[in-house]
DNA sequence: ACCTCCGGGACCTCCCGTTGGT
DNA sequence: ACCAACGGGAGGTCCCGGAGGT
């Protein structure tokens, strides 16, 4: 039984800086003090800094949520609606400065860290399904047009919602993001 | 005039391995040693990395072409799906694995450059800005629908873009990108 | 008694690490993990890496079996020639690269360490004083020479025998051990 | 034109402290502070550790002064036996326990640095040359018997050297080259 | 303008040995 | 006896930028 859960408190502070800083840009050293972890300390949990961003990346898809999207009950597209309302909660929690982990270490890390370019992408590509499965279902409610390509539509607003995160991350404005759920639930669908 | 020599082959390898491996991932060295420069004379062109990294952020914006779009003749909606193309186009010439330069720094840089934030959250405004007009100028030739928001699509689709040029640099994969151009312009217009 | 497993394992898997990798090359995390043992239990055993490299290096001396040489019977040159044949079998069991590990620790450890220094001068010695003692016995049996200095002799032929081992680690080739056999016992003597 | 010569003076320290304490022992902290240069400077010079070890190496082996053996004139067998007065002299001037640079490396880097263990067992092998041809020219002087193999005897003596100043180093005592020079020329030859 | 050499400081990683609970 | 977790400190390497002479 540990003393203290130092794993933990890694795992905690690591996606504070990394997520805020970036991957290069975030030192083992401020990863350790952000968690108040002695320096000595890290890699007897991770073997790396990258293995840690990978463990702190399969956290942060969790919370997602993607089998509640799937499974949940109520209209699909009301469901799909709330989804992507409660993502943007998130990534706007601490402001809109930050953007989306996944999508930040997407542009980041893709030729750096095979490990993590493939949990990334991996990651997109589940989300996407999930989306997809949606539309099926909102198309088998009668709630969407049944000629619609749902294997592309689930994607693209993915896609689009990362475009928009990133957007505004640099812009400083919340703007992009109501955008994104106004014109992909008002328009697109 | 003195040969400009040096300074234009900064830029050149400059661009080269900022775009391949990203701002932090790169080091001055490397820059240098990919424009077969001495390292010393680097800073004689540029007061710093950010700098060099904001000379290559506006070319590569030029390159986009954005008065061509604007004011260009033939239909609106097919000179806009053809900017698209080309922009796919230039952003795959060396493979999808590198993604678009100015989504990259967005994702990485917001935080900690505020000139090249600046300079990208600008870009993406006057790129949005001309798509934006062009949409308009659809809806004057009775091509696009006029009841639609030209002012909120025009951003949509530059987002929508970006997103999916992370997602195809993460998955190796040009299908988001034609992805990007079926749905926008089959669907959403 | 306990089982004395853990002792004997890192006894075992310290011997394959010290000898293949060398003293400060070879870390205690390797030696546990080559001995299956868990980190903590280490310092159970041994009160330190070079507690636990003295106890092996007692171990490897005594396979040379020095009272069997000096005890043994029939010729003595013979029984000094096959002594030397075992020697050069052990130390190339699994190859030539890895040497003598006594060998290895003189010129690594004589500066850093005063226990290993001494046990393996007294080391030498005790071996060198054997191969005398079976010089005087070839002496006293007309095989050999009675006007050859037998203590200057033993002492040359085992630092010949070092130096030829250290020479065949480096080449990666078995010809110095052959060399050393066939000169010392076809010329030398 | 440089302001100081810091690469020679990395140079220098580097082998003081490479020669008395070992090259994994030995921290780069170590040589830039034996040489009086700031950390950050030791890699404008040098590529690693490794690389300055291998040019300290290379120098090292320099001073055996090999043309200068194979080409004197005087009776072959006095000069040899100088020479190997001269290298004891040069490995024994700050004492007896740091032995022969290329001897310590041998047993210690054989499995480390591929480059350094092809030097040391190049220069060994050139080294070797050399004795063996002066061994010849005494042969064809009539000043050692023509029926004795040089080229198995000119490697037999160096291995025997570098048996016997591995033996000094960890004894603390210059024995073991006296006797290799007595045994060498006295009974061998 | 050019460029060789310089260097304070920080990077990620790992070292050897300990602590304290079972 | 055992061992999971701990940690002070150092390891080799490389960073970005500057100094100073040509």
Redesign the interface.
């Given at each position: 039984m540990p003393q203290r859960n130092l794993k933990e408190q890694l795992v905690g502070g690591g996606f504070e800086v990394l997520y805020?800083?970036?991957y290069?840009?975030a030192s083992v050293n401020d990863i350790v003090a952000a968690a108040s972890v002695p320096k000595g300390s890290f890699y007897n949990h991770f073997d790396s800094k990258e293995a840690l961003a990978l463990e702190i990346t399969r956290r942060y898809v969790e919370r997602y949520d993607l089998p509640g999207l799937a499974g949940g009950d109520g209209p699909p597209l009301a469901r799909l609606r709330e989804h992507f309302e409660g993502i943007v909660a998130q990534n706007t929690r601490r402001g809109v400065?930050?953007?989306c982990l996944i999508?930040?270490f997407?542009?980041?890390l893709?030729?750096?860290s095979e490990p993590i370019?493939e949990l990334?992408?991996g990651s997109?590509?589940a989300w996407s399904a999930v989306v997809t499965e949606v539309l099926r279902q909102a198309q088998a409610a009668g709630e969407l047009d049944a000629s619609?390509d749902a294997g592309?539509?689930g994607?693209?607003i993915?896609?689009?919602?990362?475009?928009?995160v990133?957007?505004a991350?640099?812009?400083?404005d919340r703007a992009?993001l109501d955008?994104?759920l106004?014109?992909t639930f008002e328009?697109?669908l």
């Open positions: 805020e800083k970036g290069h840009a400065r930050y953007g999508g930040n997407s542009t980041e893709a030729g750096h370019r990334v992408a997109f590509d619609l592309r539509l994607p693209y993915v896609d689009s919602y990362e475009g928009a990133a957007r991350k640099v812009s400083g992009p955008r994104f106004a014109t328009q697109l």
